[in-house]
């Protein structure tokens, strides 16, 4: 069968699957009023996650992200990560959550079979932290990164979005957290979407400048492996952790595009910023139907843009990043 080729030679192996919208954080970047459903649709059922997965598995995938909203909300997420895990084909599951349930669930999610975590943690200081997220839980999470490393996950990703005038003055301060741990902190820039236009004028901080910052303190850039995500990772000789930039504004950042996106309800995205996406569900009742599903994932490819255009402003059809899956 044909493998997930675009027209500019970029091959797709790495799937973003949002199991959920629903999420119990404010961030202020995301959802500042908390989640509203704007929607009555029900979200993939589990026979509906392992067709989806088994199609793109079939032409060529080997990694998928659990992501959301907050992928831990879903009661079958222990079901859902054995699902995809058991896909022949997939070599790797990982997630991302915002860490409420990690301390209590992380070692159910190992067993089942997850590979990596990547936590969202935009503050080491707690009231930062509840300014940002709108929720008092930093304790919560850093137990929940301590609970991580217990169940046997070797490494852990954090995920922190630095916005000037309120923690961009703490990068000093994560360098030195992960010091002595093996966690890759990923700094992710603040991205432009149809809600946040307001905070990213006022808030945002180039990714190039931390990077600047890093080179000078002597951090070296690692090589980039074909199912890695958006990240550059940077290492350092004294120093247990690493950081990963992520710099959607950069130029050449699609070039290496790597990634496909499936909402929760159950439509295929083809950028993080790009069209409404296109409805698959309807392919994903049978495993029967898996022919037209390649055909449908094929055609939707063939329509894929070099690159997003987020430097004209466009932010697509994305109002926040939990609506598609961040
Ligand atoms: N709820 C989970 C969480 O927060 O980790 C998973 C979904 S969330 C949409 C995934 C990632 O997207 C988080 O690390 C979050 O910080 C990031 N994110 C959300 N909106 C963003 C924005 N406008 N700019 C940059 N990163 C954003
Ligand atoms: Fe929820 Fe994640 Fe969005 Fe924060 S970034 S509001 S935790 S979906």
């Known amino acids: 069968m ?27 970047y995301c959802l500042p009023d908390g989640y509203h459903r704007q929607h009555k649709a029900t979200f993939l059922t589990l026979p509906e996650i392992r067709h989806l997965v088994a199609g793109f598995a079939s032409m060529g995938a080997k990694k998928v992200r659990i992501t ?57 200081d707690a009231n930062m932290f509840h300014q ?6 930093l304790h919560k999470v850093m137990a929940g990164i301590d609970a991580a490393f217990a169940a046997g996950f070797n490494q852990v990703k954090v ?17 030195a957290w992960i010091k002595p741990r093996n966690i ?3 700094f992710i820039e603040l991205m432009q979407t149809g809600d946040n236009q307001a905070l990213f004028k006022a808030h945002h901080v180039s990714g190039a400048s931390i990077m600047v910052q890093l080179l000078a303190q002597g951090w070296i850039e690692k090589v980039r492996q074909s199912t890695d995500g958006p990240a550059r990772v940077f290492c350092h ?28 309800l159950g439509r295929l995205h083809l950028c993080l910023f790009g069209e409404q996406g296109t409805q698959l569900r309807p392919l994903l009742q ?41």
């Not at 995920?159 to 360098?175: D, P, R």
């Open 2 to 28: 044909s493998q997930l080729v675009d027209q500019y030679q970029r091959k797709f192996e790495y799937l973003r699957l949002s199991i959920t919208d629903v999420c119990n954080f404010k961030c202020n």
């Open 286 to 326: 049978q495993s029967g139907q898996l022919p037209e599903l390649q055909q449908m994932l094929l055609a939707a490819l063939a329509t894929k843009r070099p690159t997003h255009l987020l430097h004209q402003g466009e932010v697509g059809g994305t109002y926040h990043l939990a609506s598609v899956g961040g």
């Open 159 to 175: 995920n922190t979005v630095l916005m000037k005038g309120l923690n961009s003055h703490e990068l000093a301060s994560f360098l």
């Open 184 to 186: 890759q902190l990923r």
């Open 237 to 264: 000789p004294g120093y247990q952790g690493e950081i990963g930039l992520i710099m959607p504004y950069e130029s050449h950042f699609c070039d290496s595009c790597n990634r496909l996106r499936v909402s929760a």
């Open 132 to 137: 940002i997220t709108g929720e008092n839980l």
């Open 68 to 124: 959301g909203g907050e992928p831990s909300l879903r009661r079958d997420l222990c079901e859902i990560i054995e699902t995809v895990k058991t896909t022949p084909g997939i070599e790797k599951v990982a997630m991302t959550t915002n860490g409420y349930r990690m301390a209590r669930d992380a070692s159910h999610w190992r067993q089942a079979g997850l590979d990596s975590i990547n936590v969202s943690m935009d503050s080491l």
